[in-house]
């Protein structure tokens, strides 16, 4: 895409990758009323620093209306099993979150609101879908901002979507595109969801192939391409694939027949864009953004994202 003459820039926050880092990253700011803060306060921040550096038209705090959906589930058991807390039959997924944090994300949610920007999320679905179809077809360039790897199927040098990378900070984000993906793991971007599938995940509970990490995982895919042609490589005698690897994907057929689709992230809801997205110039509720600052004791943080959003 010749983004030369596209009107702005998309910013697309996975917005609970960033108020993790803020809560674990910063220490405890304590409110008025001795509530911790500190993840209010740092998701504030962030966003200003990101707009400060990138200067985007447009923004979208992407939200997990669901972070364990329910048909991920019904094709991988594993999938995030290991953060639900007492899981409780029939009932929804409750994720493991510190209280601290958990106190916290309503007030983020509140001052984002205050401040008229937009938070976007699907029913069903998780922040990772709702970034990929933003960035999907978003007509100007985007910029991803998250600190999981998972994301890096999104990147498309042609589309201008790139991911800005907070795994070491959001002050040493990495600015990654496709020659980052294939100089950092030998892969190319289109390639790296079927990477991370056979490479695994435990953060995600995806346990990938027995055997094959990521060095392994790279080499086959460069002579095979995707698991589609890996997985008929392995039951093709006359292919060239080892007796080592040809067994591990044999013996992985069940996981690999799903595990695809739990990886990809979804590129087709039906969600807002265009002027709903656009980065407002001012707060949207002055009065209810006062309210908020100084019940929370936010106010050095509000301010600096007021005056770079006029600015």
């Not at 409110?31 to 911790?36: K, L, V």
């Not at 990138?54 to 995030?80: F, G, I």
């Not at 995707?226 to 039951?235: K, M, P, Q």
């Not at 992985?252 to 656009?278: E, F, I, N, S």
Request: net charge negative; aromatic share 8%.
């Amino acid at each position: 895409m010749d983004t030369s003459t596209a009107p702005g820039r998309l910013l697309l926050l996975d917005t609970a990758s960033m108020y993790f880092r803020a809560f674990f990253g910063s220490p405890e700011i304590q409110a008025p009323d001795g509530t911790n803060v500190n993840a209010v306060r740092g998701m504030v921040g962030y966003i200003s620093y990101l707009v400060e550096q990138y200067r985007p038209t447009h923004l979208a705090c992407c939200w997990d209306e669901d972070w364990r959906p329910q048909w991920r589930v019904d094709l991988l058991p594993s999938y995030k099993a290991h953060r639900v807390v007492e899981p409780v039959a029939g009932a929804p997924d409750i994720e493991e979150v510190p209280d601290p944090l958990e106190l916290q994300v309503p007030i983020i949610r509140d001052v984002l609101g205050a401040f008229g920007i937009a938070v976007v999320g699907a029913p069903g679905y998780e922040a990772d879908d709702v970034i990929g179809t933003l960035a999907t077809g978003a007509g100007l360039p985007v910029d991803v901002v998250t600190g999981d790897r998972d994301l890096f199927q999104l990147v498309d040098d042609a589309a201008a979507v790139r991911v800005l990378y907070i795994g070491k900070g959001v002050g040493k984000h990495e600015r990654v595109d496709e020659a980052w993906i294939l100089d950092k793991y030998g892969v190319t971007a289109s390639q790296y969801a079927d990477f991370a599938t056979l490479r695994g995940d435990a953060s995600d509970g995806l346990p990938g192939v027995k055997g094959v990490g990521e060095k392994t995982a790279m080499t086959l895919l460069q002579r095979f391409g995707d698991i589609d042609g890996l997985v008929t490589a392995s039951t093709d005698p006359t292919s060239d694939l080892a007796p080592g690897p040809r067994l591990k994907i044999k013996e992985a057929a069940d996981y690999l027949a799903v595990a695809p689709q739990v990886v990809a992230v979804a590129r087709d809801l039906d969600l807002p864009r265009g002027d709903a997205l656009a980065l407002p110039s001012s707060p949207a509720d002055p009065g209810l953004l006062e309210e908020l600052t100084e019940r929370w004791g936010i106010g050095t943080a509000v301010e600096r994202l007021t005056a770079t959003l006029a600015g």
